[in-house]
């Protein structure tokens, strides 16, 4: 479960076209990451995905059925974007729970749910304290802990790391690296870091202008990039 396929997606806002023409198929299971220069679509990308921002025209299909109109509550996926606003007056344990406490999951599961993402991202010593006595790497941790819980389908980013100094966005990363080892779930994550997309992505989506320049491995991009444009953004030798 996890597979999610974009069938020549357009998006326009008001007379303006952003996205254009974009077909892609991810694997379930996959890191893929939408990487490119400010404004040429990847947040817009990736919230028609989420079902955040309507589809101009094109399908969504997740799992092989059509949610190109439904609701995001109802597309099974966990979105944690750059804004991780947590519940200032909870718990690190009862932000975690919340939604599937909403949801109406009983005690026992809520629990061991929260309790296995805490573990898997090392938030056991954290789970009595309250947002404000965190640090930022801590609480987005606590963001991935949350969206954890509620077993997504796949897994979306928005440079979930771009408010993280640089050292602890390097420790975040491996996090990330190992949390998709663990889950085995599809992740979707836009940056416009290069280095945390050579090393993260099994592959490369980079956009250009809301066009698809290029989708390819870290490597197949370094290598043979399609054009000047992917050749420049990757840092590849010209
Ligand atoms: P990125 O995430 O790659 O920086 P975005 O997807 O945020 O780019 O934006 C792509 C383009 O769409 C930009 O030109 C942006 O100004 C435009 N855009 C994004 N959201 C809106 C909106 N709600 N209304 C109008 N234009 C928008
Ligand atoms: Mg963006």
Sequence with gaps: MGAIEL???????????????????????????????????????????????????????????????????????????????????????????????TAGAPKDELDAKVMDAARGLKLEPLLERRPKELSGGQRQRVAIGRSIVRDPTAFLFDEPLSNLDASLRVDMRYEIAKLHQRLKSTMIYVTHDQVEAMTLADRIVVLDAGFIAQVGTPRELYERPANLFVATFIGSPK
Excluded at 46 to 58: A, H, N, Q, W
Aim: overall charge negative.
């Design 7 to 101: 069938r020549n997606v357009e998006k326009w806002f008001s007379e303006v076209q952003v996205i254009k023409g974009v077909d892609l198929t991810i694997a379930d299971g996959e890191f893929i990451i939408f990487v490119g220069p400010s404004g040429c679509g990847k947040s817009t990308l990736l919230r028609m995905i989420g079902g955040l921002e309507d589809v101009s025209r094109g399908q969504i299909i997740i799992d092989g059925m059509d949610a190109t109109d439904q609701p995001p509550s109802k597309r099974g996926l966990a979105m944690v974007f750059q804004s991780y606003a947590l519940y200032p007056h909870m718990t690190v344990r009862e932000n975690m729970g919340f939604s599937l406490k």
